[in-house]
């Protein structure tokens, strides 16, 4: 099993900058053949408080599509910014509004200030990982010691649901079978975007039943795909 520490890249700007549209990871098995994210295996749970949400921001003249890629925006530039802070990267900023660059700011400040007093010793930063057993692939925000134990880290902006479990869980078993000491914590945060928003910070120890889970929503998603 690894345990090799991550070697931190000597700071220099990205070259092609970090933009709004940055694509999706795609996962390739050891044949070449694609094969589906953790995210969108999760992303088949349905999510009936949305319906609700929705509703609430039209009745206040807000496009909630428009409202939720705006979120989005902020969301990855608050894990790019997180992610260039642990790897000694900096980030081409010119694409985003000052609005867009203080709520991601809002998320980092959020997270130095979880991390003060804490040991953290990367090993696994927004590496993609793919599992040939199972046929997914996954991209893990963060694999290493906190203190003294390995853990997962994950960075959620805005409220922490169920569904960031099973997602983590499902890097547990990628970054087993990769190789790596299995994770003995998954820690989920919160970062809020607004003042309005709370900082949470959820830790799991145990992962057979978010396993479980994710295992029976992959057998959904193939299911499904042999249907089509």
Not at 97 to 124: F, H, I
Request: charged content about 30%; some cysteine; hydrophobic content about 35%.
């Amino acid at each position: 099993m690894s345990r090799k520490p991550f070697a931190k890249k000597e700071e220099k700007p990205v070259a092609e900058g970090f933009t709004k549209m940055k694509p999706h990871a795609t996962y390739r098995n050891k044949e070449g053949i694609v094969v589906p994210s953790v995210t969108t295996i999760v992303g088949q749970l349905g999510k009936p408080f949305l319906i609700t949400w929705a509703n609430r921001m039209g009745l206040r003249g807000i496009d909630s599509n428009k409202y939720r890629d705006e979120m989005g925006v902020i969301g990855s530039l608050a894990h790019a910014l997180i992610s260039s802070d642990i790897k000694g990267e900096k980030l081409h900023l010119a694409d985003f509004t000052q609005e867009q660059l203080d709520k991601a700011n809002n998320c980092l400040r959020s997270y130095n200030k979880w991390k003060e007093g804490k040991l953290l010793a990367p090993m696994v930063v927004e590496t993609p990982l793919v599992s040939e057993e199972f046929q997914f692939g996954g991209t893990p925000d963060y694999y290493g010691l906190v203190d003294s134990d390995e853990a997962i880290l994950d960075y959620k902006t805005g409220a922490v649901y169920v569904e960031a479990y099973i997602q983590t869980c499902a890097y547990h078993r990628l970054l087993v079978e990769n190789g790596h000491e299995p994770p003995k914590k998954i820690i989920i945060l919160g970062i809020p975007r607004t003042d309005d928003e709370k900082f949470q910070e959820v830790i799991y120890d145990k992962f057979e039943t978010g396993w479980e889970t994710f295992k029976h929503l992959l057998s959904v998603y193939n299911y499904m795909k042999e249907m089509k």
